[in-house]
């Protein structure tokens, strides 16, 4: 079975500071990898995702993220955080007709 | 506009009772998710359908049930089973044989033990 690992629980960046979010996945045949963010007391909404081809993939609200199979991970980036980023992110993995399993997730604090 | 409607945002249940989430969605999605948030452990999935009249135990199915009789519904009960029922209950739904679009979620439903 396929599992996702966010290295980080919490993330505290400077606003206009760039951030990376980690996640790491295992498993032993091809899958899908997503990013969510989650913002107080609100359900997820799909920022970012891999399904093939490139594997810079670009998102909504200037994210971006990096599928490399050979480190099995899927880091989230943004070159400059704004106060308004402050939520919480999830890594997810997707494989054949299974559902969606998600990693802990990574709180962001953006500090003015 | 199409999206998946979770009701009620906030509920509370006596110890003992059982309660019933709604989760309804017009997207015409065939499968529906439901999960469980609890700070630190991510979400955790309960139980899922891809078809009507059919559904799937999650990795946390005990103490909760299920019903899929519509397309666009799929209710959650908390039983009186469930030992630790507090938690914050995410619904999803998804187009079935594609990953294309990822899963649409509700707004959640907040269940509070009193």
Redesign the interface.
């Known amino acids: 079975a396929q599992s996702v690992t966010?290295l980080d629980?919490q993330v505290p960046v400077f606003e206009e500071a760039p951030v990376e979010l980690r996640c790491n996945y295992s498993s032993s045949v091809s899958v899908?990898l997503?990013w969510?963010v989650q913002y107080p007391?609100?359900?997820?909404?799909?920022l970012l995702?891999y399904?093939s081809g490139s594997t810079l993939v670009k998102g909504i609200n200037g994210f971006e993220a990096e599928f490399n199979k050979s480190q099995t991970s899927f880091h989230l980036r943004k070159p400059s955080v704004h106060i308004s980023d402050t939520a919480e992110y999830?890594c997810a993995v997707?494989k054949g007709?299974t559902?969606?399993?998600?990693?802990?997730?990574t709180r962001l604090s953006v500090i003015a | 506009d199409g999206g998946i409607t979770q009701s009620p945002k906030y509920l509370f249940r006596k110890e003992g009772q059982n309660v019933t989430l709604s989760c309804e969605q017009n997207l015409n999605h065939d499968a529906m998710y439901w999960y469980r948030q609890d700070p630190g452990q991510g979400l955790r999935l309960i139980y899922y359908s891809q078809i009507v009249n059919d559904f799937q135990k999650g990795d946390i199915a005990e103490g909760y049930s299920v019903s899929r009789e519509k397309k666009e519904s799929f209710p959650l009960t908390v039983t009186s089973a469930q030992k630790n029922p507090t938690a914050f209950y995410l619904c999803a739904s998804s187009i079935t044989g594609t990953v294309n679009y990822g899963y649409t979620f509700g707004s959640g439903t907040r269940l509070t033990v009193v």
Do not use: A, E, H
């Not at chain 1, 007391?41 to 799909?46: D, F, P």
């Open positions: 966010q629980s899908y997503f969510y007391n609100q359900g997820l909404q799909l995702k399904l999830f997707i007709n559902p969606l399993v998600f990693g802990k997730g």
